[in-house]
C-alpha cells in the first residue's frame, strides 16, 4: 500500500489526538513457539495500520507537542549478520524513506528518547496492560518527565486509550481496504469451493483443511484469518472445534468455518454442506431454518440498523423454526423472551470484521445500540447446533449448521461482500453431484 496512506492515517489520528498529546504505539512482540523456535510474527494491528511496517522491536511515536517531530520511528538497526537469518530490516534510513517517519532511531534509543516527547505534553495516549515491557518503559519515561516538571516542564497528567481514535478510524473502511477485503473474499470463496470437491465419507477433516489452507497460500494471502474449523457430523455442533481430525461418514455434514487474511485484512465464512452430496430431511429441516434467519438479517441490513435488532431478528428466526419443527416448547413469543432456543443457538450473530477477524470498534454508544454507518463490515452467522445428547427426537441429535456471510453497509443498504460462496441448498446439491 501507498506510504502516503499510512500518512493520511497518521494525520487524522495526530488531529483527533489534539494539542498537548503524544501516543506511544508499540510493535506486537515476538512470541516463542518452543525453546528458541518462534511462532510466525503477525505485526499488531493498530501499529501496522498507522505503519505499514511488519518488523517486531518497533514503536511509534506521534505528538502534537513536538511540530518537528510528529510521527517518529524507533526500529530495529541494519544488521548484515542477523539479516542473513531473518531477512531484511528497513533501518533507521528505511524508516524514514519508506515508511515516512520524520525522524527515526534505533530501538535501544527509546528509552533515552522517549522522556524528550513525553515533556511538554499534557495528554499520553497509550494503552497499558498489553505488554509489560513497553509499560516498564513508558511508566520509566513518564517518572523522569514529572521530574523535569521542577524546571517548568509540563508532563503528561492523563492517560487517554489510543483506541479511542485508530479504532474508530478502523471502524469505517475506505476504497483501498474494500478492495483489499473483496479480493479477501474471492480467494476465500476458492477455498470453500475447493473444500467441497475434497470432502468426501471417509475422508479426514484435516484433508479439508488442507486444501483451504493451500488455496489461500496459492493466492498470496500471508495467512489464515484464523485456524479453520472443520467439523464434520457431531463436530459441527461444536462451536470452535480446531483439531480437525474425524473421519466423515456418510451423512454427515460438513461445517467449515474459514476466511483467509490478505494484506492484513480478514475474510470470515462459514458454510455447511452433506459430504454424500445430498442433505437428510431432517438436515434440510434445520438448514432451511439458519439459511432463512441469515437472509432476513442481511435483507435488513442498512445505515440506521444495529447489531442488536439484527441479533433480534436471527434469534425471532430461529426460535421459530426450532417451534415448528418440535425442537422448542412454543409460543414463540414466550419462547423467545425465556431463552428456550439457547440449547440451541447459543452465540451472537454478528462481529465487527476488518485488519482483526473480531474487528475493533465500540458496538454501543451511550449505552445504546450503534447505528450502522456506510462503510462498516461485520458478519452475520446465525447457527443451531442439536448436540449429541440433547433431550430431541434423536434424528436431530448431532446436526450443527452455522451459514456467516460478510456484509458491507452501504449508502442505499449492504452489499454482500460473500453471497458467490454458495449457500442455497438446492445449488450446493447440484455442484456437488457436479
Not at 495516549?125 to 513518564?142: K, N
Request: aromatic share 8%; net charge negative; with cysteine.
Amino acid at each position: 500500500m501507498d506510504a502516503k496512506i499510512y500518512a493520511a492515517r497518521r494525520q487524522r489520528m495526530l488531529e483527533a489526538m489534539g494539542e498537548g498529546s503524544v501516543a506511544v504505539i508499540p510493535s506486537a512482540p515476538v512470541a516463542i513457539r518452543n525453546n528458541d523456535v518462534e511462532h510466525e510474527y503477525r505485526q499488531d494491528s493498530d501499529f501496522f495500520y498507522l505503519t505499514g511496517l511488519d518488523e517486531p522491536g518497533s514503536t511509534l511515536i506521534l505528538s502534537t507537542a513536538h511540530p518537528d517531530h510528529r510521527a517518529v520511528l524507533f526500529v530495529r538497526p541494519r544488521n548484515p549478520e542477523r539479516e542473513i537469518w531473518d531477512g531484511p530490516r528497513a533501518g533507521v534510513d528505511g524508516a524514514v524513506a519508506r515508511f515516512g517517519a520524520d525522524a527515526a532511531f534505533e530501538a535501544r534509543e527509546l528509552d533515552r528518547r522517549l522522556p524528550d516527547y513525553l515533556a511538554g505534553a499534557r495528554a499520553l495516549h497509550y494503552r497499558p496492560g498489553s505488554h509489560a515491557p513497553t509499560d516498564e518503559r513508558v511508566f520509566r519515561a513518564l517518572d523522569v518527565a514529572r521530574r523535569r516538571h521542577r524546571n517548568g516542564t509540563a508532563f503528561p497528567t492523563a492517560f487517554i486509550d489510543p483506541g479511542a481514535h485508530v479504532h474508530e478510524a478502523r471502524l469505517l473502511k475506505d476504497a483501498g481496504e474494500l478492495a483489499t477485503m473483496r479480493r479477501a473474499s474471492e480467494i476465500t470463496r476458492e477455498a470453500h469451493l475447493a473444500a467441497m470437491r475434497r470432502a468426501r465419507p471417509g475422508a479426514y477433516e484435516f484433508e479439508v483443511e488442507a486444501e483451504i489452507l493451500g488455496v489461500f497460500r496459492a493466492a498470496g494471502c500471508e495467512r489464515p484469518a484464523y485456524g479453520p474449523i472443520v467439523g464434520s457430523g457431531p463436530n459441527a455442533t461444536i462451536l470452535h472445534h480446531r483439531r480437525n481430525d474425524r473421519q466423515m461418514k456418510e451423512g454427515d455434514l460438513l461445517l467449515i468455518d474459514a476466511g483467509c487474511e490478505l494484506g492484513y485484512y480478514a475474510s470470515d465464512v462459514t458454510r455447511t454442506f452433506p459430504v454424500s452430496g445430498r442433505f437428510s430431511e431432517a438436515q434440510r429441516a434445520l438448514y432451511d431454518v439458519v439459511l432463512g434467519a441469515e437472509e432476513a438479517c442481511v435483507a435488513a441490513t442498512k445505515p440506521g440498523a444495529d447489531l442488536d435488532a439484527l441479533h433480534e431478528l436471527a434469534v425471532r428466526r430461529v426460535t421459530e423454526g426450532l417451534v415448528r419443527l418440535g425442537l422448542v416448547e412454543g409460543p414463540v413469543d414466550a419462547a423467545v423472551a425465556e431463552e428456550r432456543y439457547k440449547p440451541f443457538y447459543m452465540h451472537r450473530t454478528s462481529h465487527w470484521l476488518g485488519m482483526d477477524v473480531h474487528d475493533v470498534g465500540l458496538y454501543y454508544l451511550d449505552g445504546k445500540p450503534r447505528p450502522l454507518e456506510p462503510g462498516m463490515v461485520f458478519t452475520i452467522e446465525p447457527g443451531i447446533y442439536v448436540g449429541v445428547d440433547a433431550d430431541v427426537d434423536p434424528k436431530w441429535r448431532g446436526i450443527g449448521i452455522r451459514i456467516e456471510d460478510d456484509v458491507l453497509v452501504t449508502e442505499s443498504g449492504v452489499e454482500n461482500l460473500t453471497d458467490h460462496i454458495p449457500k442455497d441448498p438446492d445449488a450446493i446439491e447440484a455442484l456437488l453431484a457436479s
